[in-house]
């Protein structure tokens, strides 16, 4: 059995404190940061305020907990199909693809938290709304490093993957909103259309 965790005074947490952080993510991941309340974390992590305060100090400092822990586990960014990919065709279709099975995954919540998370809210949430900004750009350099190698320069490397980033973004949105797979799946379809009839279908070398 795993040992409790302490706290900062030293005594051990009345909770599994792991466990918590699952059950916030999957709370703020279903219905945002202002949808959640203190009330309904703690009923869902089954501990009184002090002891959550004790533990993350905030509400804010619990939501940041719960957005490492699902990029750590349940991030719809997969790059690993990129990198296999022989050209840029094939990469956004992987990439796409596999992001569209992610965000529909009846296992988890809809949608992705990164991408659909603080778009719009209270203005005096601007600092989650801003790391929630800085964690999209963080995604946006990545899909650009790993299209690299498929394309003439950084430049375009970084319009394609702004590109992306946008339809991810309308795909987690419409995800949540709960169109099906098949049909989102149809998007990925026309993107792939899209890029070869701009000609950046090129190929590895």
């Given amino acids: 059995m795993k040992p409790a965790e302490k706290s900062q005074g030293g005594r051990p947490w009345s909770f599994d404190r792991e466990q918590a952080v699952e059950t916030a993510m999957r709370l703020f991941w279903r219905y945002g940061y202002e949808g959640v309340s203190v009330g309904d974390l703690t009923k869902a992590i089954g501990v009184a305020p002090p002891s959550l305060y004790a533990a993350f100090g905030n509400k804010a400092g619990l939501y940041g907990e719960a957005l490492r822990r699902y990029e750590e586990h349940y991030s719809s960014l997969d790059l690993a199909s990129v990198k296999k990919a ?46 929630a900004a800085h964690r999209r750009d963080v995604m946006l350099d990545a899909i650009a490093a ?58 590895r070398h």
């Fill in 86 to 131: 022989a050209s840029v065709a094939d990469a956004v279709r992987g990439m796409l693809e596999n992001a569209v099975a992610a965000v529909t995954d009846p296992a988890r919540e809809a949608g992705c938290m990164i991408s659909s998370g603080m778009v719009a809210c209270h203005p005096g949430l601007q600092d989650l709304a801003q790391d």
């Fill in 146 to 203: 790993a299209f690299a190698p498929l394309l003439p320069d950084a430049s375009a490397a970084h319009r394609l993957a702004r590109y992306l980033s946008a339809i991810m973004q309308g795909i987690s949105i419409q995800a949540r909103d709960g169109i099906a797979r098949d049909e989102l799946l149809a998007i990925v379809d026309d993107v792939v259309m899209g890029l070869d009839a701009r000609n950046l279908d090129i190929a």
